[in-house]
């Protein structure tokens, strides 16, 4: 009986689902240790530049470029961007964005074996709520509605609603970036994780659009000759390169990788 009734969800789930709950898994997997290896890169990079005219990144220097292990941490957080974002080719963002917060678990762990880092009570709770909350909602995840067109994504994403909602979080983006980095940057992590935040919440539609554009593009609908899918890939990379500066700031700034888990 256990062994059917577990298996229930997996068949109700459609192939295109399970897909994407499979790169979403392995997204978690590749960002999650990648932001230990930044990390550790970033720290060699900051004691390198202590010694020398280097400015570190907290600060608005950029001597960690010169660092080869920042570039594996990178180029692993690549290869996760790259799995979650096909995931979304597949799966509903519903199913897809909450199996990001796995990534903090990966995080948690491996900062404890390989930064020494303490993970406290409330650290522990946290990732039993992320276990939970992401089982969930991926148990009950609807299937996903069909997109023509990436036209018709555009639709959605210009519906006024919308578009109040992308108005206020660019204003707020804002206030943190030209007010508060400057002032409490480096003193409060909510100001760097805010705007990460904020940047990520409307990205989630961009890169949802582009890999449906892409993946209607692969099956023989060509979706490059819309203006519109080269509006979101705009946006996508915009929106990544704004989160991997205040991320990189993040992790050079303040001393535990668990405050990733609030970005």
């Not at 594996?72 to 790259?82: F, L």
């Not at 030209?178 to 409490?184: A, I, M, Q």
């Amino acid at each position: 009986m256990a062994a059917a009734g577990s298996g229930r969800w997996y068949r109700g789930m459609s192939a295109d689902n399970v897909k994407g709950l499979v790169l979403a898994l392995s997204s978690s997997l590749f960002i999650g240790a990648s932001f230990i290896i930044k990390k550790k890169g970033l720290k060699k990079a900051a004691s390198s530049s202590s010694s020398s005219s280097g400015v570190r990144a907290g600060v608005g220097g950029y001597s960690y470029l010169y660092e080869p292990l920042w570039w594996v941490g990178m180029i692993t957080m690549v290869v996760g961007e790259v799995a979650n974002f096909v995931a979304y080719a597949f799966a509903p963002a519903i199913l897809v964005t909450p199996l990001g917060s796995l990534s903090i678990i990966i995080s948690a762990v491996l900062a404890h074996v390989m930064l020494r880092e303490k993970l406290h009570i409330f650290g522990i709770l946290g990732c039993v709520l992320c276990v939970v909350g992401s089982t969930t909602i991926v148990l009950h995840a609807p299937p996903e509605r069909q997109i023509e067109s990436v036209t018709e994504v555009w639709g959605l994403a210009t519906e006024p609603a919308f578009m109040c909602y992308v108005a206020v979080v660019l204003a707020l983006v804002a206030v943190l970036v030209f007010k508060f980095v400057p002032l409490y940057g480096q003193t409060h992590v909510m100001v760097y994780v805010g705007v990460c935040s904020l940047v990520g919440s409307v990205s989630v539609m961009s890169v949802k659009a582009l890999g449906i554009a892409l993946k209607l593009t692969f099956s023989g609908t060509n979706q490059l000759v819309y203006p519109q899918t080269w509006a979101f890939t705009t946006i996508v990379i915009t929106c990544i390169i704004t989160q991997m500066n205040y991320l990189n700031k993040v992790l050079l700034d303040f001393l535990s990788v668990n405050h990733l888990s609030m970005a």
